[in-house]
């Protein structure tokens, strides 16, 4: 008999904790998980997984789902420079262009415009006072952004709300700006640069300086270019702990954002054979911490939720100080980090870790799939 009572006991323990599941974005900090594609919305492609509301202004995330050309511009916005928000530009599928240019270095022509076509898992960092534009390239683009700190996302809205006003574009407005009057676009960080010329010369996925797919990408110490990391062609990290591998892969770490936030990915192996099942080690960490998940499956357990199993596209959003713990329940589970200060999990993880060069983690602990080798018979 005691089989059989045992789960209805372990279902009545879970149903008294909370979902982690929200139908859209909290507007108050709290821990949450959103299915791919949910959360709040502006016309455009444009979902908010993750604002300033949500995350008590440590970052917003904003995927922008949309159609481009690569003949023609797709949707982008005229170049323009933030003075005090950091702005990164992820691809998860499709092809964005990117192009950037800091601000100071341009006027004194000292530097040299660069320029990148991301494709999925390129990114391109654009620390303040950098120059950027960009364009979608492919009729199915998802567009990850991390801004920060959050709350510059009030600018897309405020936005949304004059283009649909009579009259916008008209009479000294921005056109492609909405109805936005261009003197007053610097009360929401926003200063256009529209003398800036993008290059159309990219050969390869590049032009101006630095590697791209054709060399090590490594991350520098300053703020004073744009900071471009192909997948799988910047730093990684291999952190063996608690019995599984964690490949950190970061694109910012607090070094290149003045310590204000982190961005990277994560490559995670199950606990296989005897060990399927074990429970991830708990972390806590002081600042913001959200994950969204490209392959495989994750579960994510915060404390008095249940735990929830996340696959891709699924986002998972942790307030700083809040213990959580996360396991991989399939193989080569990947997923996206950002992390609201220079020292979060990342930061935790890489300083256990040694430099790995492989995308790879070592197939001792894989169950047998072969990951890491290719078998020529
Ligand atoms: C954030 O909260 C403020 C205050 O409640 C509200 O006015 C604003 O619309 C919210 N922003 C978003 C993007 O939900
Ligand atoms: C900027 O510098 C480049 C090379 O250093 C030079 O060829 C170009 O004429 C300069 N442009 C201006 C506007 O001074
Ligand atoms: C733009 O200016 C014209 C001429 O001054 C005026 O008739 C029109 O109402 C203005 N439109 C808006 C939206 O202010
Ligand atoms: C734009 O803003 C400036 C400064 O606030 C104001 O003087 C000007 O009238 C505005 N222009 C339009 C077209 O609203
Ligand atoms: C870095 O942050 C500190 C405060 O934390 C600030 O004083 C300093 O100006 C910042 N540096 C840059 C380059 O933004």
Redesign the pocket.
Known sequence: MLPSILPLLAAAATASAASLWVPTTPQSPRPYALKKGHGIKLPGGNTFPVTGNSSGNAFCILNTNAGGSSTGLGPGLFPHVHKKTYENFYTVKGRVQLWGQNLDTYKANTSIQQTRILGPGDIGAIPYNTIHTFSLLEPDTQLTGVLVPGGFEEFFFHMALLSSSPGAGQ???LPGAGGF????LSKWDVYPQLDFVARADAVNGKAGPGNWYDGPNVLPDDMAAPIWVAKNHGPKWLNSEGGRYQIIAPFVTGRQTNGTFSQGTITLSPYVGAEAGRKGAVVKSAVATAFMVEEGQLEVEVDGFEAASLIDGDVVFVPANTPFSYVATAEFTKFMYVTGGGKGLDYELMAQAKSWESAFYPESRSSGVGIGRMVRI
């Open positions: 009479n000294g407005t009057n261009i003197s007053e």
